[in-house]
């Protein structure tokens, strides 16, 4: 069985800590050893996209889409493949839904494109379940406001932008709704991450009975 999940929502909206949280609960209450994929990143290809990507000036919206899909063809052919094979726990940080609402909505690429492209990328590897931490865009900005973490091409993107790519996640999540569990990102922490893990739970049911 494929064991496959992803998290998704816009910056800041705290999918990063509860992929965190999950792992060291999966490993303390179960034993499981989780395998993190963030992307862009991953294998060493990959990771040089992130770096041009996140920190490289002037990238025309049609190179980024280009690279974002680049990056995700290697990850799915060097790493996820592999990792599904050999029956283990994997969680995504972002994924197909991160293009379509980021560039198809934010870009305004459309949906068409975008799922063409997927499709090619990801040669029908797609996550079982995907977790999107639904938060405003005011939201969005009032903590990237107070963050401390070191900023990158994505912190200068319009206001607008962000909200075409917040209508995008709702859009997607209302389209898949078998695969999409949307949870309200602005509860407090602890309760988002017990209620990830109890659908985490019952979904690898088989796996963590097997401890």
């Given at each position: 069985m494929q064991r496959l999940i992803s998290f998704e929502g816009l910056d800041y909206s705290g999918k990063t800590s509860q992929i965190r949280l999950l792992e060291q609960s999966l490993k303390k209450k179960f034993n499981k050893e989780v395998q993190i994929i963030r992307e862009p990143g991953g294998p060493a290809i990959s990771e040089l996209i992130r770096e041009i990507l996140l920190h490289h000036e002037g990238i025309n919206s049609i190179t980024e889409l280009l690279l974002y899909q680049a990056s995700r063809a290697q990850v799915v052919s060097e790493t996820l493949r592999p990792l599904i094979d050999e029956n283990e726990l994997v969680i995504l940080d972002r994924y197909i839904d991160s293009t379509t609402a980021y560039q198809g909505y934010g870009r305004h690429f459309g949906c068409e494109l975008i799922e063409r492209l997927n499709k090619l990328s990801t040669q029908g590897v797609m996550p079982k379940k995907t977790f999107y931490l639904d938060i405003s865009v005011d939201t969005m900005c009032e903590r990237k406001a107070s963050a401390t973490?070191?900023?990158?091409?994505w912190d200068l993107v319009s206001r607008e932008f962000y909200d075409r790519t917040h209508q995008g996640y709702l859009a997607i999540a209302k389209s898949n709704p078998d695969r999409v569990i949307t949870i309200?990102?602005?509860k407090d922490m602890m309760k988002i991450h017990?209620?990830?893990?109890?659908h985490v739970k019952e979904l690898w049911k088989d796996f963590m009975e097997s401890v």
């Open positions: 973490r070191t900023k990158d091409r309200d990102g602005t017990d209620l990830i893990l109890n």
